[in-house]
């Protein structure tokens, strides 16, 4: 275990944040496992941090111990024919580990190509990215919870997963020590011809591919697609991007009612979350029946999706666009996502972000909710 207390800002892809007061990294699984109930004994504060692709910190650092899951190994378990069925632990990259499947053409997670992190932090709010999510690949998690100390499985079902959400990022304390995934193998006997995707589900990335939704494509050829387009957002890690020095998407997509999506503007894109009932059509019996005999045909309400970014662009705020002195500023390349210019602090932007929710929310009426995890921060 390494020890040491570095900055935030340089354990996170934002690059803000003080120091903690304390710093752990554990080696190994079971070594992760006695740190977390010495730190849990010891009754300080604790944040868990893998890849640092979703934290925002504040720039007084943390007062408490900061655990750093950096455990490594990919373990493959029995499975029924033509499915694959993997441990992982909880430090490996996300992204190492979708570009293994691709590479060894099993399907299922290859349209989350280019999500920094780590795996662990994966099922937290279930990731999602051109029209997959983790939840339709993910079997469950080896979890130790704080409560109790011990080690569960816990199920996809008891996870509650939901759109950039799950029981544990609603309260449910404990460390994801590592996750279960069904891939599809999609390998071709005899090794004629491509390992080929999952159905593509997203109209953006069925476009760049130049095929119908619902078309199968080459694996390989789909994750780089998806690669292409996260770069052209600036959200693939890069060196050379300043775009790139940010938490990602910094607000989820809102979801309303659909009788509130009405009030908005016409071309508002909106996606439904909960489809509305099908007519019905109902056959009476000759000479009629009484009235409050009658199913009623009201539909029960639905909820959409609208698009974060679509609301932001609409309240004035473009691409670039940054408040006078600081060093947060909206990418050049897509109004979702907050990043740093070199000189920016934790609450800089924090402080575009809250400037963000107001003009948003002023416009149309709509509150956007932070996806990044705020450590000493509020908005």
Same mark, same amino acid.
């Not at 007084?60 to 655990?67: A, K, P, R």
């Not at 659909?258 to 016409?266: H, S």
């Given at each position: ?9 340089? &354990? ?310 940054? &408040? ?54 509020? &908005?």
């Amino acid at each position: 275990m390494t020890s040491g207390t570095p900055a935030l800002s340089t &354990l996170t892809t934002m690059r803000v944040g003080g120091a903690p007061e304390r710093f752990v990294q554990p080696a190994d699984r079971a070594e992760l496992v006695r740190t977390a109930l010495d730190v849990w004994a010891s009754g300080d504060d604790w944040l868990l941090l893998g890849g640092g692709s979703n934290t925002v910190a504040a720039d007084d650092g943390f007062d408490g111990t900061v655990i750093r899951i950096a455990t490594r190994g990919v373990e493959r378990l029995e499975a029924p024919a033509g499915r694959i069925r993997l441990r992982v632990q909880a430090g490996e990259p996300w992204d190492e580990l979708v570009a293994a499947t691709v590479a060894n053409g099993w399907a299922g997670i290859e349209a989350l190509s280019g999500i920094p992190g780590s795996t662990g932090a994966a099922p937290v709010q279930n990731i999602g990215a051109y029209g997959q999510e983790l939840e339709s690949a993910l079997v469950g998690i080896e979890f130790l919870d704080e409560v109790t100390g011990d080690v569960r499985f816990l199920t996809r079902k008891e996870l509650g997963l939901g759109y950039r959400t799950s029981a544990l990022k609603r309260g449910m304390r404990g460390i994801v020590l590592s996750v279960d995934l069904d891939l599809a193998d999609n390998t071709v006997p005899g090794g004629i011809g491509a390992p080929l995707s999952e159905p593509v589900g997203y109209a953006q990335l069925a476009n760049a591919l130049g095929v119908p939704i619902g078309s199968r494509v080459p694996i390989a050829e789909l994750r780089r697609a998806v690669l292409a387009l996260r770069g052209s957002k600036g959200m693939v890690l890069d060196a050379d991007d300043p775009d790139s020095v940010s938490a990602g998407s910094f607000f989820t997509n809102p979801i309303v009612s659909e009788g509130f999506a009405r009030t908005l503007p016409a071309d508002a894109p909106r996606w439904p979350v909960t489809p509305p009932e099908p007519e019905t059509v109902i056959a009476l019996p000759p000479g009629g029946v009484h009235p409050m005999d009658v199913p009623s045909l009201a539909r029960g309400p639905y909820e959409v999706k609208l698009s974060a970014a679509w609301l932001i662009e609409h309240a004035g705020i473009r691409r670039g666009f940054a &408040l006078p002195g600081s060093g947060a500023a909206i990418s050049s390349k897509h109004t979702l996502a907050i990043v740093n210019r070199g000189t920016g602090t934790g609450a800089d932007v924090a402080q575009l972000a809250s400037f963000i929710q107001a003009r948003v929310q002023a416009e149309f009426g709509v509150l956007l909710y932070p996806e990044p995890v705020l450590v000493g921060l509020s &908005l």
